[in-house]
C-alpha cells in the first residue's frame, strides 16, 4: 500500500507562471488536507477537501490559490502567477476519516521555488 | 485551538534517553496531545498521541500529567537517526486538521 505520493518533488517556476502540485492519497483515504511549510517554520494549514467537495479552505490565500480533488485522480494545488514569497515546500496529508485522532499520513512534499 | 511552547532545540548522545517537554496551557477537555517527526526534506510522520497519564508505543512513550497543561515525548536510547524537528500538537478531533504547528524542537543526536 503505497504511501501519500506528491509530484513532482522539487518544482522551479519563474515569477508569473503557474505552478500545479500534485497529491495522491493513500488508498482508501478520501480526505485530503494541504499545508505550507517555510524553512525553520511548522506547517500551515491551507485547505481541507473530500472528494470533489472544498471542507475548508480557511487557510488558503483569498487570490491565486486554488485546490480541487476530483472523483477520479489526484488532488491539485495550483498557484496563478506564482511571486517569490511563495517558495516554500508544499505537503498533503490524507487520512481515511476526520480528525486526526485517526492518524493522517504526510506525503513528501514539493518544494516550490520561484525565481 | 491551543498553542504549544517547545525548546528551540536539544542536544543528546546515542544511547541516552531524551525527553522533550511541551507547554500547552489553554489546553481544552477535547483535545488530544500529538507528536510528529520530520526529517529533511520529508513529510511529518506521527510518533505518537494520547489524552492523559501515560501512552507507550514501540517508537516512545508520552506522559501526561494530571492537569494535561504539558506534556513530555521520551526517546528511549536514541541513536543518530533520531536526529529531526519534533513537533507538538494539540487539538480537539473537530479541528485536528488545523492545528496550529509551532517550529518545533530540533533535536540533534551526536555520536
Known amino acids: 500500500n503505497a504511501g501519500v505520493m506528491q509530484n513532482p518533488r522539487h518544482l522551479v517556476r519563474r515569477r508569473g507562471q503557474e505552478a500545479r502540485l500534485r497529491c495522491s492519497p493513500m488508498?482508501?483515504?478520501?480526505?485530503v488536507y494541504w499545508y505550507r511549510q517555510l524553512p525553520e517554520e511548522g506547517l500551515k494549514f491551507m485547505v481541507y477537501?473530500?472528494?470533489?467537495?472544498?471542507?475548508?479552505e480557511s487557510g488558503m490565500p483569498k487570490e491565486r490559490f486554488s485546490a480541487e480533488f476530483p472523483k477520479e485522480g489526484p488532488s491539485i494545488l495550483r498557484i496563478q502567477q506564482v511571486v517569490r514569497g511563495d517558495s516554500a515546500a508544499y505537503f498533503c496529508?490524507?487520512?481515511?476519516?476526520?480528525?486526526?485522532?485517526?492518524?493522517?499520513?504526510f506525503g513528501q512534499g514539493t518544494r516550490l521555488t520561484v525565481v | 485551538l491551543a498553542k504549544t511552547t517547545q525548546p528551540i532545540s536539544m542536544d543528546s548522545y546515542e544511547g541516552q534517553e531524551v525527553n522533550i517537554t511541551c507547554s500547552h496551557n489553554?489546553?481544552?477537555?477535547?483535545?488530544?496531545i500529538t507528536w510528529y517527526q520530520q526529517f529533511p526534506s520529508q513529510g511529518p510522520r506521527f510518533i505518537i498521541q494520547?489524552?492523559?497519564?501515560?501512552v507507550t508505543n514501540e517508537v516512545a512513550s508520552l506522559f501526561i500529567p494530571a492537569d494535561r497543561k504539558s506534556s513530555t515525548l521520551s526517546l528511549p536510547r536514541v541513536s543518530l537517526s533520531d536526529t529531526a524537528v519534533y513537533y507538538c500538537?494539540?487539538?480537539?478531533?473537530?479541528?485536528?486538521?488545523?492545528?496550529?504547528w509551532g517550529a518545533g524542537t530540533k533535536l540533534i543526536i551526536k555520536p
Open positions: 496529508a490524507s487520512s481515511s476519516t476526520l480528525g486526526w485522532d485517526t492518524e493522517a499520513f
Open positions: 488508498k482508501g483515504h478520501s480526505h
Open positions: 494520547g489524552y492523559k497519564t501515560k
Open positions: 477537501l473530500q472528494k470533489e467537495n472544498i471542507i475548508d
Open positions: 500538537l494539540v487539538g480537539g478531533v473537530d479541528s485536528n486538521y488545523q492545528l496550529i
Open positions: 489553554n489546553i481544552a477537555t477535547n483535545d488530544y
